[in-house]
């Protein structure tokens, strides 16, 4: 992967390689640092390309840096402005993957929250599918727990987190399986590696609650949305044991990366026929047609980046609010 040409940086928009931090780096030695994750799609028939949901997604990176003790700079309306003039800079008409960062840029040794100078950056690259089997993954059931809210906040992006789903990813690879799926130290399931997670029995749908140390994920938010309100079908947050994976009917993943990942075999056990269930299919048919900003009922949540007569950019960035 090549790196960018331009990143968001200190308020502007400059080019990539001018930014360069110390080994010393607070964030680099401690993990003291917050991540976001957005996507962009282009709609090919309007020649825009939509940020989808970018007021949800910089509401939780700006709560993630409240977790972290961190008083930053910039606000959600500015990391926006600043987001528009990234990609226009970049002059982008593809999908993308967009990385807000905040980090403790400190180059001091000491572990803690306070009294450290946070840094924020953003990035764009193009992007297309996280997930190489989106259609039909072979997952397994990780031997490492989630992280729990007691030892690492699991509801805010922290990047020392991500080490735990690192272990859970590279032991999954290694192992042959396209995924994995984490149980919390209640042995109840919480979510893939870096996605949150979905199946179906009995014609309803479940998905873990928040409190069982669960990303509360956007996508997670949006899935949830569709299923009842264009699908017509039951979701329930509840507990979900281990053992109803291999009684599922259906199951997938979802996320700003995953985006909507069908499982069809977990622990070389198939779910329901071992193909792509037709729920799912339906699913990820609607989903990609809301992204690109071709569902109307939905558009709201897709915000234009170019300027054209069809679409206009205020209307989303008034949205972005601090809660």
């Avoid at 962009?40 to 997604?57: C, G, I, T």
């Avoid at 990609?87 to 993308?96: F, N, P, Q, T, V």
């Avoid at 997670?220 to 264009?230: A, C, F, H, N, S």
Wanted: a neutral charge.
């Amino acid at each position: 992967m090549s790196v960018p040409n331009y990143v968001f940086f200190r308020g502007r928009v400059v080019p990539y390689s001018d930014v360069k931090f110390g080994v010393l780096t607070h964030a680099l030695n401690y993990g003291t640092a917050v991540f976001g994750g957005l996507r962009a799609y282009w709609n090919a028939d309007e020649k825009q390309l939509f940020v989808f949901r970018p007021s949800d997604h910089f509401r939780r990176f700006l709560q993630s840096t409240k977790l972290m003790c961190m008083d930053l700079p910039s606000s959600g309306e500015e990391l926006l402005k600043g987001l528009i003039d990234l990609i226009r800079a970049e002059g982008y008409k593809e999908d993308l993957y967009i990385r807000p960062l905040a980090f403790d840029a400190d180059e001091i040794i000491g572990v803690r929250l306070h009294d450290l100078h946070p840094e924020v950056s953003i990035v764009v690259i193009p992007f297309g599918n996280y997930n190489k089997n989106e259609e039909g993954m072979h997952v397994t059931v990780s031997s490492w727990r989630r992280v729990d809210d007691n030892s690492i906040p699991a509801r805010g992006k922290i990047a020392g987190a991500y080490v735990n789903s690192a272990f859970v990813k590279t032991d999954a690879l290694r192992a042959g399986f396209d995924e994995a799926i984490v149980l919390n130290a209640d042995g109840h399931i919480s979510e893939g590696s870096a996605a949150n997670f979905f199946l179906m029995r009995n014609g309803v749908f479940a998905t873990p609650p928040i409190t069982d140390n669960v990303l509360e994920g956007i996508t997670r938010r949006t899935v949830m949305q569709l299923l009842r309100d264009e699908l017509k079908t039951e979701v329930q947050e509840r507990q979900i044991d281990r053992t109803e994976l291999y009684l599922a009917d259906e199951a997938f993943f979802c996320g700003t990366g995953a985006q909507i990942s069908a499982i069809t075999r977990v622990d070389y056990r198939p779910i329901g026929t071992g193909q792509l269930g037709a729920v799912t299919a339906r699913l990820r048919a609607i989903f990609f047609d809301v992204v690109r900003g071709r569902i109307a009922k939905y558009r709201s949540w897709c915000c234009p980046v170019y300027e054209s007569k069809q679409t206009a950019t205020t209307k989303e960035r008034s949205r972005v609010t601090v809660e």
